[in-house]
Each structure stands twice: as structure tokens, then as C-alpha cells.
């Protein structure tokens, strides 16, 4: 998929059967947004409601995210494209295995060199070792500038975590504003 264009790569992500989760979801969830982004926000795999719906981040998290946006004078759609890791559902909402992880991984790639936005931002450890390549605590990521592709990637909490730790919540506005 490393030449596909958009339409193209859409059309190949809804083919995909190389690993188990597209079995057990109801659809592919591609990915959302301004295809020339300014920034690139990656989350770890669709939940039930994005399931449903075929687009990332439209449960609680999402409504955190899009407030998220909201305080950097952002909006959904607007110079910001979301995306995730996986594109299918993990079964029971649980992180995607390594290999799920690796076989998907492509097509997050091929999307990054396709949108080639000035920032990415990885909301949660899954995201931030995914693109970085690596593995490493959550806390170790943050507050630091890395590179992914040639393009400054920065890691900040997962919305659905701040839902459940909210004194993390002024962490995560540290993380934005760098």
C-alpha cells in the first residue's frame, strides 16, 4: 500500500482480513478528517460506538478529544485528521496484540506520507509505541518532541484515560501547548 492514493488505501483497509479483528468487527474504521492536515492525532483502535459508527472518537473520549481541540483554537475536520493504529475493533476494547499491531501498521503509515502533516499528535502509549517503533512508559514520552517520518510527533494521554484520571487532564494541556 506504500503508493496507493486515498481512495485506493480506503478501499484496501475495507478488504483487510490479514488478522483476526476485522472478523470480529462490524466494520473498518479508516480515519477522519482534513486529508491535508496540519495535525495528525493517532489513537490506539475504534471502540464500539466508532464500531458502530465507522468513525474514530465519537463516544466520551471523542467529546473529551474534540474539547481537547477546542482549547488550541481547533476543530474536528478542520486542518486535523484523527486516526488510529488498528482499523478494526479490538474484541472487548482490549490493546491490539503486536502482530495486529504490525500488520495495520501501513496503513497509518501510508496515511501519515498521504496527509504529511506538520505535527502528530499519539494519544496513549499504544499510538506513541506504535509510530516511534519502540517500547517505552507512557510517562517517559511525554514532554519530549520525537520524530516519526521526518515529522515532530508528540505523545499525550489517551482521552478515554483522562475520562478515568481526570487530575491528569492538566498534563495532557502541557502536552498540547508543546
Same mark, same amino acid.
Given at each position: =500500500?506504500?503508493?496507493?492514493?486515498?481512495?485506493e488505501?480506503? #478501499? =484496501? /483497509?475495507r478488504?483487510?482480513?490479514? =488478522?483476526?479483528?476485522?472478523?470480529?468487527?462490524?466494520? %473498518?474504521?479508516?480515519?477522519?478528517?482534513?486529508?491535508?492536515?496540519?495535525?495528525?492525532?493517532?489513537?490506539?483502535?475504534?471502540?464500539?460506538?466508532?464500531?458502530?459508527?465507522?468513525?474514530?472518537?465519537?463516544?466520551? &473520549?471523542?467529546q473529551?478529544?474534540?474539547?481537547?481541540?477546542?482549547?488550541?483554537?481547533?476543530k474536528?475536520?478542520?486542518?486535523v !485528521?484523527i486516526?488510529n /493504529? /488498528?482499523? =478494526?475493533?479490538?474484541?472487548?476494547?482490549? %490493546?491490539p496484540?503486536?502482530?495486529?499491531?504490525?500488520?495495520c501498521?501501513? !496503513?497509518?503509515?501510508?496515511?501519515?506520507?498521504?496527509? $504529511?502533516?506538520?505535527?502528530?499528535?499519539?494519544?496513549?502509549?499504544?499510538?506513541?509505541?506504535?509510530l516511534?517503533?519502540? @517500547?517505552a512508559?507512557?510517562a517517559?514520552?511525554?514532554?519530549?518532541?520525537? @520524530?516519526?517520518?521526518?515529522?515532530?510527533?508528540?505523545? %499525550? !494521554?489517551?482521552? &478515554?484515560?483522562?475520562l478515568? %484520571?481526570?487530575? @491528569?487532564k492538566?498534563? #495532557?494541556?502541557?502536552?498540547? $501547548?508543546?
Amino acid at each position: =500500500c506504500a503508493s496507493l492514493g486515498w481512495a485506493e488505501l480506503k #478501499a =484496501c /483497509v475495507r478488504a483487510c482480513a490479514a =488478522c483476526a479483528l476485522r472478523a470480529g468487527c462490524k466494520q %473498518t474504521v479508516f480515519g477522519v478528517g482534513d486529508e491535508q492536515a496540519d495535525l495528525l492525532f493517532v489513537g490506539e483502535g475504534p471502540g464500539a460506538e466508532e464500531d458502530e459508527r465507522g468513525e474514530p472518537f465519537v463516544g466520551q &473520549a471523542g467529546q473529551l478529544l474534540d474539547n481537547m481541540l477546542l482549547a488550541i483554537k481547533l476543530k474536528r475536520g478542520r486542518a486535523v !485528521y484523527i486516526g488510529n /493504529v /488498528v482499523k =478494526c475493533r479490538p474484541p472487548g476494547n482490549l %490493546t491490539p496484540l503486536p502482530e495486529e499491531i504490525k500488520l495495520c501498521l501501513p !496503513y497509518l503509515q501510508r496515511q501519515i506520507q498521504l496527509i $504529511r502533516p506538520r505535527v502528530i499528535v499519539a494519544l496513549g502509549k499504544t499510538a506513541a509505541t506504535a509510530l516511534l517503533g519502540r @517500547d517505552a512508559t507512557l510517562a517517559s514520552l511525554r514532554g519530549t518532541v520525537h @520524530d516519526c517520518q521526518g515529522i515532530p510527533l508528540i505523545v %499525550t !494521554y489517551h482521552p &478515554a484515560y483522562l475520562l478515568r %484520571t481526570p487530575p @491528569d487532564k492538566a498534563k #495532557a494541556w502541557q502536552d498540547l $501547548r508543546l
